[in-house]
């Protein structure tokens, strides 16, 4: 089956901590995205990678950083300079091309608490 | 600054009433998206509108969009419960691949 796959779920961090948040597609997507959701509000791009070994910030770089040596990953380490971390994290990808429709497809999320 | 507005953001409904959420948005965008958030989950891709009176319907929902009035509108038909979630626009920023998205509306459909 394709689709996007995130681990872990949940994940706690204790202050001080960097944790990396997984994103793995086998849609054969171009695009890759994280966003951050907080309760109650919309979504606030975080980062995005139109193609292997380059990636660009969204609005809210700040505290995050991301690489993409593969087609298939897109993992997001949330450092400690992230001041308030906690939130649902979202990746999604898409398939860009001249007759594309450009939608994104979301994975399954990760909830990311700090203690 | 480049928005994206949906109203309302909270609705709740009687189950059979009709009901429409707006998208406006501030910048030129021919293509416009809605997904639905069920609580604590993932979005799931519902309409892409790509075009000016573009019309889609799924179901108990009909999604137009209107880029000379920078508005697109997610109409539901005899509601029924299963629909009740939250609905995101978000408009495609000159493709360049990235979407600014609505605060959503959350909607409750009572039986």
């Known amino acids: 089956d394709g689709g996007i796959t995130q681990s872990p779920k949940y994940l706690f961090r204790k202050e001080g901590q960097n944790v990396t948040l997984s994103c793995e597609q086998n849609?054969?997507?171009?695009?890759m995205y994280w966003y951050r959701q907080d309760p109650g509000q919309g979504l606030r791009l975080i980062y995005y990678s139109q193609i292997v070994n380059d990636f660009q910030k969204g609005d809210i770089a700040e505290g995050y950083s991301v690489s993409r040596e593969k087609k298939e990953s897109f993992p997001l380490t949330v450092t400690s300079a992230q001041k308030n971390p906690t939130a649902f994290y979202l990746c999604?990808?898409?398939?860009?091309?001249?007759?594309?429709?450009?939608?994104?497809?979301f994975g399954p999320g990760t909830r990311l608490t700090v203690l | 600054e480049l928005k994206v507005e949906q109203n309302p953001l909270f609705l709740s409904m009687q189950e059979g009433k009709n009901y429409t959420i707006y998208c406006n948005y501030s910048?030129?965008?021919?293509?416009l998206y809605w997904y639905r958030q069920d609580p604590g989950k993932s979005l799931e891709s519902l309409f892409v509108l790509l075009s000016n009176g573009a019309v889609k319907q799924e179901g108990r929902l009909m999604a137009s969009l209107d880029t000379k009035a920078r508005l697109s509108t997610l109409h539901i038909t005899a509601a029924v419960h299963d629909l009740s979630a939250t609905y995101f626009c978000?408009?495609?920023?000159?493709?360049?691949?990235?979407?600014?998205w609505g605060a959503g509306t959350k909607l409750i459909i009572k039986p």
């Open positions: 910048t030129t965008s021919d293509r």
């Open positions: 999604a990808s898409s398939f860009e091309g001249q007759l594309s429709t450009d939608t994104q497809y």
């Open positions: 849609l054969n997507h171009d695009a």
């Open positions: 978000a408009v495609d920023m000159d493709s360049n691949y990235q979407l600014i």
